[in-house]
């Protein structure tokens, strides 16, 4: 499936909001993350709410554009900026004045990089058919000769998805959310893209029909050659989609590696916890396994902890996790994680 | 006899259930026709027992719930069956009867407390008013201790500063925390937890199942816990009720209901979900289909256009009860036939 061929790279990628009234750089939801994802690939992204997954999703697409680093998209530069906040000894953080950061139109790019979004309701407008939501990305892109040419790709999407081909003339509302769900997936297919943010495709959908839509963007990828950054927060989902996976605590990476062996060898206290936290629908198992319960809630983005993000409820902390700050580093081939314990 | 977290003793009936549930019916009365949320259901409850209801959106599963506790909203109404608590009917209750068993009695507890919570009145002073509601005797500050002792037990730290705190002071985990010590704060004999972690992130949910999973075995509550995900089902409850469309499809102990289920939907929701300790990959086999339109149920059993061993007499006609085992029962056509091809080989065999 996957290629060596690597599609999409980023680097040290910050994304800070700024917050008014606050000084300093406001909420550090991306906090110097690097990736890269092989052509045909799905990475997986998982984290609680508030980690800096969506963001992180979005701002590769640059629908929020970057405070810093670079992204590489099959090998040309969309994004380059230095970062404007310097961090001195004690954590504080103070502006200084970088060149523009440098970067490219996105029309073309727009066509190549596409994204499904978690809630289906919520993306479609619903005053327009669907006919009209999908055809307006094949308009915007000039994908058809003419008028028929359009109406036949149109329903050639709608089949794709698993919907009758005469729902074009249908509003949102007439669906279900599985149904609007696979609308959404084919207003993301219309401009026949390389790569898709699928952002928590599933999360608002019914048990039942999850498993649908989870084997409709498995068959895509098949026939499509697709590429995929898949971000979820149900671990168990991820790790079925997923070559390899992320974890992200707090803004940051903490851990990336192979999907089996992430369930099999995790490094990173964080991705323990994760994953002793997710129930299994097996009693047996659920009786048997011992969990790891982590105290205390995310910190806050606006003002994370100094050192290791995650020092303030990790079990295993020591006075250097609070001092300094984690690399990340390939521990093993293939299997990068950042935490001070590791390198002993 | 137990003792419970304040040192009351728990009254059981003797040899009583806790709640008897006995063919149940809830309709709304929609301007569109009416809609059969719960279609005749029926189900008991032991002290000290947990109970999972499984099912989709819009299968009945919280309306049911409602109904326990006088809370259906119009145009929803019970139409039919019964509701035993303690041997008391809980349907005859006059509106007064239903306050007072309402908290003290039975308590819920819902997914989202945000919407729960008053925003403009401090954490402290909502606990005070639960307990108040139903003991008009007690003093603030006696009342303000119970309170303090409560949060406590929820694993809420710094009591005496949260007590003066907003809701929107705390975290989402926090606040779950707060509604079920204010759910608990009368010590009910029954609570109903109606999607308790669904909001919540896995490592809070996690904490808020183990604090309930610890609070269970101190009070010895009955609890009705409502929720589609499967995992939590098998980690917190001894018995499971499977809902599709209003009506319960399987029922039995949460073991049987993993391991020997007897509905083809129970199986169907088994197959279709990924398991996170998966040794290897394996394609999801889903249901296909979509759930069912309540305003125009298909005749017969509810599951038949989705269910892949459909067959003419599923379309037509609503499947018995058959009973798989000690308490373990399933709603299904393929179980009749089962049965009936049993009784034949024994009956061979004898004559």
């Known amino acids: 499936?996957?290629?060596?061929?690597?599609?999409?790279?980023?680097?040290?990628?910050?994304?800070?909001?700024?917050?008014?009234?606050?000084?300093?750089?406001?909420?550090?939801?991306?906090?110097?993350?690097s990736l890269f994802i092989r052509k045909g690939e799905t990475l997986g992204l998982v984290g609680e709410s508030g980690c800096g997954k969506t963001t992180l999703g979005r701002t590769i697409l640059r629908l929020h554009e970057p405070t810093s680093g670079k992204i590489v998209y099959d090998g040309t530069t969309i994004f380059e900026g230095e970062d404007p906040w310097q961090r001195d000894g004690d954590g504080h953080m103070t502006k200084r004045r970088v060149p523009k950061p440098k970067s490219v139109d996105m029309l073309p790019y727009r066509r190549k990089m596409q994204i499904i979004f978690q809630d289906p309701s919520?993306?479609?407008?619903?005053?327009?058919?669907?006919?009209?939501?999908?055809?307006?990305?094949?308009?915007?892109?000039?994908?058809?000769?003419?008028?028929?040419?359009?109406?036949?790709r149109i329903r050639e999407l709608l089949a794709m998805v698993g919907l009758n081909t005469e729902h074009a003339n249908r509003y949102p509302h007439e669906f279900s959310g599985g149904q609007q769900q696979r609308v959404g997936i084919a207003r993301a297919l219309a401009v026949k893209p390389e790569f898709i943010v699928c952002d928590e495709p599933i999360s608002a959908l019914d048990v039942s029909i999850q498993s649908q839509v989870v084997n409709m963007l498995e068959d895509m990828q098949e026939e499509l050659g697709l590429t995929y950054l898949f971000i979820a927060h149900d671990l168990s989902v991820v790790r079925h989609i997923s070559d390899r996976i992320g974890v992200m605590y707090l803004g940051s990476l903490v851990e990336l590696a192979e999907s089996y062996e992430l369930n099999r060898h995790p490094l990173h206290p964080y991705t323990k916890t994760l994953l002793s936290a997710v129930p299994v629908p097996d009693p047996e198992v659920s009786r048997r396994r011992q969990r790891i319960v982590l105290e205390g809630d995310i910190p806050s983005p606006m003002d994370p902890p100094h050192g290791c993000r995650f020092h303030t409820r990790c079990p295993y902390a020591t006075e250097l996790c609070g001092r300094e700050a984690p690399a990340f580093r390939e521990v093993e081939p293939g299997h990068w994680a950042a935490c001070h314990l590791l390198n002993k | 006899m137990d003792r419970n977290m304040t040192g009351k003793t728990v009254q059981s009936a003797p040899g009583g259930k806790l709640l008897e549930v006995k063919d149940l019916r809830v309709s709304f009365f929609t301007p569109a026709g009416e809609v059969k949320a719960v279609g005749g259901i029926s189900y008991d409850l032991d002290h000290g027992e947990v109970m999972g209801i499984v099912g989709e959106s819009g299968s009945g599963k919280s309306q049911e719930a409602y109904s326990i506790m006088g809370?259906?909203?119009?145009?929803?109404?019970?139409?039919?069956?019964?509701?035993?608590?303690?041997?008391?009917?809980v349907l005859a209750f006059s509106e007064e009867e239903m306050t007072q068993f309402r908290g003290s009695e039975v308590a819920m507890i819902f997914q989202n407390p945000m919407t729960c919570l008053n925003p403009v009145y401090t954490v402290g002073d909502q606990l005070i008013e639960?307990?108040?509601?139903?003991?008009?005797?007690?003093?603030?500050?006696?009342?303000?201790?119970?309170?303090?002792?409560?949060?406590?037990?929820?694993?809420?730290?710094?009591?005496r500063k949260r007590m003066k705190q907003y809701p929107h002071e705390f975290s989402g985990g926090m606040r779950q925390r707060v509604m079920i010590a204010m759910g608990l704060i009368c010590h009910p004999k029954l609570l109903i937890?109606?999607?308790?972690?669904?909001?919540?992130?896995?490592?809070?949910?996690?904490?808020?199942?183990?604090?309930?999973?610890?609070?269970?075995?101190?009070?010895?509550?009955g609890i009705i816990f409502i929720t589609h995900n499967l995992g939590v089902v098998a980690e917190i409850c001894d018995k499971v009720s499977v809902m599709y469309a209003g009506r319960i499809v399987e029922?039995?102990?949460?073991?049987?209901?993993f391991y020997r289920p007897g509905h083809p939907?129970?199986?169907?929701?088994?197959?279709?979900?990924?398991?996170?300790?998966?040794?290897s990959y394996e394609r999801l086999i889903p249901i296909e289909g979509t759930p069912v339109d309540m305003l125009d149920p298909p005749e017969g059993c509810p599951f038949a256009p989705r269910c892949e061993k459909c067959m003419k007499i599923c379309l037509k006609r609503m499947p018995p009860y058959v009973e798989l085992g000690d308490g373990h029962r399933a709603a299904c056509w393929l179980r009749v036939e089962d049965q009936i091809g049993q009784k034949r080989e024994e009956d061979g065999i004898h004559g």
Do not use: C, W
């Open chain 2, 130 to 159: 639960a307990l108040k509601a139903h003991d008009k005797s007690i003093s603030r500050e006696a009342a303000a201790k119970r309170a303090m002792e409560m949060l406590e037990l929820v694993g809420i730290n710094n009591v």
């Open chain 2, 251 to 257: 029922q039995g102990p949460v073991d049987d209901i």
């Open chain 2, 265 to 279: 939907y129970t199986m169907g929701l088994l197959r279709s979900m990924p398991r996170v300790d998966a040794e």
């Open chain 1, 122 to 152: 919520a993306s479609l407008d619903p005053r327009m058919t669907v006919g009209e939501i999908i055809g307006e990305a094949l308009d915007i892109h000039k994908l058809y000769g003419s008028k028929a040419e359009r109406a036949d």
């Open chain 2, 193 to 221: 937890a109606d999607e308790p972690t669904t909001a919540l992130d896995v490592t809070i949910q996690a904490q808020i199942l183990e604090l309930m999973k610890d609070l269970q075995k101190k009070t010895r509550m």
């Open chain 2, 71 to 89: 809370l259906l909203q119009s145009p929803g109404k019970v139409v039919g069956g019964s509701i035993t608590f303690e041997g008391r009917d």
């Open chain 1, 1 to 33: 499936m996957a290629e060596d061929k690597i599609l999409l790279e980023v680097k040290d990628l910050k994304k800070y909001f700024p917050v008014k009234g606050v000084k300093g750089p406001g909420v550090q939801a991306v906090e110097g993350v």
